[in-house]
T-cell receptor, first 113, second 114 residues
Framework: GAGVSQSPSNKVTEKGKDVELRCDPISGHTALYWYRQSLGQGLEFLIYFQGNSAPDKSGLPSDRFSAERTGGSVSTLTIQRTQQEDSAVYLC???????????FGPGTRLLVL | AQTVTQSQPEMSVQEAETVTLSCTYDTSENNYYLFWYKQPPSRQMILVIRQEAYKQQNATENRFSVNFQKAAKSFSLKISDSQLGDTAMYFCAFMNHNTDKLIFGTGTRLQVFP
């Protein structure tokens, strides 16, 4: 079946602009995760959605970052007033249930000029 | 807090040979999971192998196997009969049963030479 999809594949924006990154998880997967991969920080957890529970936002680096998951499926990660240090690859993953294996999408490479 | 350490930034191996990638982790938890993910230049993170901490038997997936030493908090990956397509970054990851977040090591870049 189809894997996790993310769009756009690449995004170039100017400092101060807002960006939205989209993640479409594997059908039937109840858990959805966002991670960030950058040269300086490696791979780091951002946010986790599980079913209808309140999301775990403990990894979000600042209040400029937010995410939502509509209808228990598609998720959007929004970065407001982007900064150059936000440049990174943003990876989305989904799993069938908590503690199950996470399957990753191809990522969105964000470049903030 | 849990940490994952991969002490080998780069490794190389000749095609058809065997290579072992090291990973150690630190946790006070007893119920957790360990993973190896592969990230080729295409950027897609691909699961290689998964190990449940409560299982004593080492996980294997075809040419990939792990040496899980729970007491030593060590989780190495052995790749047998290396292939050119194994060239990639390899990440070791830890997941606590209660939090479901993956904590990654810094990765090992593996180059397979013909």
């Amino acid at each position: 079946g189809a894997g996790v999809s993310q769009s756009p594949s690449n995004k170039v924006t100017e400092k101060g602009k807002d960006v939205e990154l989209r993640c479409d998880p594997i059908s039937g997967h109840t858990a959805l995760y966002w991670y960030r991969q950058s040269l300086g920080q490696g791979l780091e957890f951002l946010i986790y959605f599980q079913g209808n529970s309140a999301p775990d936002k403990s990894g979000l680096p600042s209040d400029r970052f937010s995410a939502e998951r509509t209808g228990g499926s598609v998720s959007t990660l929004t970065i407001q007033r982007t900064q150059q240090e936000d440049s990174a690859v943003y990876l989305c993953a989904s799993s069938l249930a908590p503690a199950e294996t996470q399957y990753f999408g191809p990522g969105t490479r964000l470049l903030v000029l | 807090a849990q940490t994952v350490t991969q002490s080998q930034p780069e490794m190389s191996v000749q095609e058809a040979e065997t290579v072992t990638l090291s990973c150690t982790y630190d946790t006070s938890e007893n119920n957790y999971y360990l993973f190896w993910y592969k990230q080729p230049p295409s950027r897609q993170m691909i699961l290689v192998i998964r190990q449940e901490a409560y299982k004593q038997q080492n996980a294997t997936e075809n040419r990939f196997s792990v040496n899980f030493q729970k007491a030593a908090k060590s989780f190495s990956l052995k790749i047998s009969d290396s292939q050119l397509g194994d060239t990639a970054m390899y990440f070791c990851a830890f997941m606590n049963h209660n939090t479901d977040k993956l904590i990654f090591g810094t990765g090992t870049r593996l180059q397979v030479f013909p």
